[in-house]
């Protein structure tokens, strides 16, 4: 049972929109760099989908991770490069972040045959098997079970890895994340259960489609250790990304993050955005997660404002050239609507 101290903070973050704050610890410069770098290039390469958007080089549904950068790159450093990953289709930041081509994720944006599904999948639908991105899904929860199968496979295997599966606050609601809850810590499985709460399911917040606004407590039906996370701070959640991953590993089985996040963004690029004030909107971009890791960075003594500069000019240099080479990358031909569909290479389609 919650002590009274506990039910403070829950309560007092719960108002302010926040998760308890977490100590503040020093980890290696390389990891301070490569959170910065990382972040800033899921930034500037959605930033620059948008424009695209805009100009109908990309097509489709598009939603953005503008403001929830901390969340992939503070559980990269946390993980190992054997770990499988499986989001929703909030999902270009994330293999981004695991090291993904930009280049095959921007030409998968514009639908080309170059892009990381072959033009197949589009925005919801970015996979890199390369990096271990089991990929975006875009039915509203249909990758939390899958999720749990995946680390089945991995402990049935007995490969001593995990997967880290993301979802967002809306699916919740969905009955597969309860089953899938169920199942995990009966078996123990070593997965690692996030849910990305930016507040706003589409365009509902959680008060107003749930009793339960910690969402972190829906664990404790099933006994699963559970946390909040400020998903604002890259600190934050590399260090509770740590801990879920230690237990995983130690065969104790899942455990349920709630990374309170924010996107500053719309759900999609076709959401107006009506549910919310822009005075809200400003309010958590004085919490930044680039700000953040930027701050500390020049705290630490790591790099100078000159050093940072130029990386964002290098990053600024990826991303364009990733733009580049999608308008300049064919469209699949007709005849891949055919191909990746059966194991059979000479299934018998009806052609007609």
């Known amino acids: 049972m919650a002590s009274v101290k506990e039910k ?5 973050a719960k108002q302010n929109g926040k998760a308890p704050a977490a100590a503040k610890t020093q980890h290696p410069k390389e990891r301070y760099m490569y959170w910065y770098e990382s972040m800033q290039l899921q930034r500037k390469f959605e930033e620059k989908a948008g424009q695209l958007y805009g100009q109908q080089k990309i097509r489709g549904f598009c939603h953005l991770y503008i403001g929830q950068e901390a969340g992939s790159s503070g559980s990269y450093t946390a993980l190992t490069k054997d770990d499988k990953w499986i989001t929703a289709y909030r999902d270009h930041g994330i293999p981004l972040a695991l090291g993904s081509d930009p280049n095959a994720v921007m030409a998968e944006l514009f639908a080309k045959q170059t892009g990381s599904s072959k033009g197949k999948g589009g925005s919801m639908h970015i996979f890199d098997k390369s990096v271990n991105f089991m990929g975006g899904h875009g039915i509203v929860g249909a ?27 809306g699916a919740v609601r969905q009955g597969a994340f309860h089953e899938a809850f169920n199942m995990a810590m009966l078996w123990k499985l070593p997965v690692i259960f996030v849910v990305e709460n930016n507040g706003y399911a589409m365009g509902t917040s959680v008060e107003r489609t749930s009793n339960v ?13 559970s946390e909040p996370v400020d998903a ?5 959640v590399h260090e509770a990304v ?17 990374f309170r996040t924010y996107r500053y963004r719309g759900h999609s690029m076709s959401d107006p955005q009506k549910y919310r004030s822009k005075d809200e909107v400003e309010e958590y971009k004085r919490r930044d997660p680039i700000e953040f890791v930027k ?11 000159e050093d940072l500069a130029a990386i964002d000019q290098k990053i600024k240099g ?18 891949e609507a055919y191909k990746d569909v059966y194991m059979q290479q000479d299934y018998p389609f009806l052609m007609e």
């Open 8 to 12: 403070s903070e829950r309560s007092t």
């Open 143 to 169: 990758q939390i079970p899958m999720g749990a199968g995946i680390a089945f496979a991995e402990k049935y295997n007995k490969t001593g890895n995990l997967c880290i599966c993301f979802m967002g606050d």
């Open 213 to 225: 606004t910690d969402l972190y407590t829906l664990a404790e039906a099933y006994d699963m250790p």
């Open 232 to 236: 604002m701070n890259v600190e934050a």
């Open 242 to 258: 740590s801990r879920a991953a230690e237990r995983a590993r130690a065969d104790e089985g899942p455990s349920f993050l709630e």
């Open 295 to 305: 701050a500390r960075i020049l705290e630490l003594g790591h790099a100078t404002e």
């Open 318 to 335: 990826i991303v364009d050239e990733s733009v580049k080479f999608a308008d300049e990358s064919p469209f699949p031909d007709p005849s």
